[in-house]
């Protein structure tokens, strides 16, 4: 009688993949990224630009009024710019100076912050203005700028902004720029006078920017 024979089991090799490198970012904080339109020119911040902020730190410092920071005498200043350069040197921001070319001057600051290259997201946030370029559409044209460059330069897919919630000012301008309210973080930080504050917060996608917040921005320049 004929012995059946064992089936011989079939080895099947999985298909050897190489390795999947993510791209991580295409944001080089050595580079000196120097943003501009018609309108305003951001520079990128540094120590040779002290004298042109500590004007302000001086002579109005109450644009500071609901800042987490007071940088309103020479010393801390410094220490605010010093701040803002090491945060750039670890990789977690990017500080501009605003150069207004209406005024032919440098009328405040703003930054990237809370960088996180890996995800693709950025705040932008410690931004301030002087009287002069307050209300003159400055602020529409460096956050046109700052969008443009992260959402289709560096291609970040999320930009987030706080505000102190009493702050119904810096409010309402987050809300013009086409971000969304997504809540209140409660208590969440300490005013420069020992109180505790609630903060807006906002959010812009990259979809939403190239859709209709980029368009609807442009023509409020």
């Not at 005498?73 to 701040?83: F, G, H, R, V, W």
């Not at 912050?113 to 209300?135: E, H, P």
């Amino acid at each position: 009688m004929q012995q059946n024979k064992l089936a011989q089991p079939k080895l099947y090799m999985m298909a050897q993949t190489k390795p999947q490198t993510l791209t991580l970012h295409t944001f080089d904080f050595a580079q000196e990224y120097v943003l501009e339109n018609d309108r305003v020119k951001l520079i990128p911040l540094s120590e040779k630009y002290a004298a042109d902020l500590l004007y302000y730190a001086l002579h109005e410092s109450d644009i500071w009024h609901f800042s987490s920071d007071k940088p309103t005498t020479n010393e801390n200043m410094i220490l605010y710019i010093k701040a803002a350069l090491a945060m750039r040197k670890e990789k977690q921001g990017y500080a501009f100076v605003v150069w207004d070319k209406k005024q032919n001057k440098i009328v405040g600051s703003t930054r990237y912050y809370r960088m996180d290259l890996r995800n693709k997201v950025s705040a932008i946030g410690y931004t301030w203005y002087g009287k002069t370029a307050q209300g003159t559409g400055v602020n529409k044209n460096c956050k046109y700028l700052l969008f443009e460059f992260l959402f289709e330069k560096a291609h970040f897919e999320r930009v987030e902004f706080e505000a102190d919630n009493e702050n119904k000012r810096s409010l309402a301008a987050i809300k013009s720029l086409g971000c969304t309210q997504e809540g209140i973080l409660r208590k969440n930080k300490i005013r420069t006078d020992g109180t505790r504050r609630d903060s807006a917060v906002f959010g812009l996608l990259k979809e939403e920017w190239l859709k209709e917040a980029k368009k609807n921005l442009q023509a409020k320049l």
